[in-house]
């Protein structure tokens, strides 16, 4: 059977539940490929991980070829399948899909979809031609972008970095901005650092508003799905999801049936909306596999071996073909979650929360595995250490 082959970054659960999924039921090995020192040493712990292999680049050449020289040295028997679960791995691949579809059997979608749906500003245009309903957005990029929000736009507004891999200075990930001297502070400075911002219209809502939609298209077209809503983010207007629950939504599941019909997409990956007026808001999409993908195989969906056992054109089991998700399973990245509990001195939910997560069976933990438990142990301490 083929080896699997994974990019990571700082995100782990993600990575941990794909590689047990898979490695549990077929004969093959896991490799990471990872950015992050510290996330390398989780990964090593693991059972299911055969080698983890620190990737030192400060760009996408130097990621190209430290990843072509590990490829060449380790001499897989088979081309091994990809997959991705960071923005720039995708990217930077993608750039360079002829030499990795040469070696490698890629679970990504088309150039088209890489190049569209990384960049913020691009996927929300592809989005609304495609049928979706999108925020009022707009691309930041000099003093009549801005001047064009100051009075066109209804206040707050929200900015995100256009991609990881563009940030150049942008540090954060989203933030809200409740009036236009705030906004206009804000941007001011990073136009004049040659940044661009991403800046939309703030959808009305919590977080009990926010849904995910996790999902495998597979090379015949069939869609296989995860559905639920992210019920703590790690701001209150948005960010990591920090706890979700699954809850199936036929709406939703159809919404997003078209349109990866109507873009054509293959592979893996994860769209999030926003909950209005009773209609579903396209706030971003994925390419690869969510921060918070271990919702999905935690629940009864199977996406990991559905995915290996596409690329590889392998029957599909009964088993796996005729899966679907369990609601009210509880997602949650532990630690994180704690932290911003504490954080808003909220002591009565930090003990629920620990007490749930040790006793209640539909509470999941990000990196915790009954049958892995060494990344869990090492990621905490790392954790706790951080500031």
Known sequence: MKDIVITAGTAIGSVLALAEAITLKVSCSAYVLCTNETACKVFASSRFVKDVIYINAVDEQSYITEVQNW???????????????????????????????????????????????TQKGLAEVKAYQAGLNIPKTIVVKNKIDIDKVVSDFEFPVILKPRATYLKEGVEFKIKVLTSKKEFLSLCSEYIENKNTLLCQEFIPGGNDTSYY????????????????????????????????????????????????????????????????NGQFYFIEMSVRLEGFYKISEASSSPLSLISYYDIVDLDLPNTLQSSKQIDDIVYTDLISTL??????KEVL??????????????????????????????????SLLRK
Request: aromatic fraction near 18%; proline fraction near 4%.
């Open 213 to 276: 939609y996790i999902f495998y298209r597979d090379k015949k077209g069939e869609v296989f799905e995860n559905i639920g809503r992210k019920t703590l983010q790690s701001t209150p207007d948005g960010g990591i999801m920090l706890k979700g629950i699954t809850e199936y939504n036929y709406n939703l599941s159809e919404l997003c049936k078209n349109f990866l019909k109507t873009i054509d997409y293959q592979g893996m990956g994860g769209i999030e909306f926003k909950k209005y």
């Open 339 to 344: 932290k911003y509990y504490l954080k808003n």
């Open 71 to 117: 490829y060449k040295k380790t001499e897989f028997k088979h081309k091994p399948i990809l997959y991705f679960t960071t923005d720039t791995s995708c990217f930077y691949i993608d750039k360079n899909r002829e030499w990795f579809e040469s070696n490698f059997e890629l679970c990504l979608p088309s150039s088209n979809i890489i190049q569209t749906f």
């Open 349 to 382: 939910n930090v003990l629920q929360n620990f007490t749930k997560a040790v006793t209640d069976p539909k509470v999941k933990v990000n990196i915790f595995s009954p049958k892995d438990i060494k990344p869990f142990i090492l990621d905490t301490a790392f």
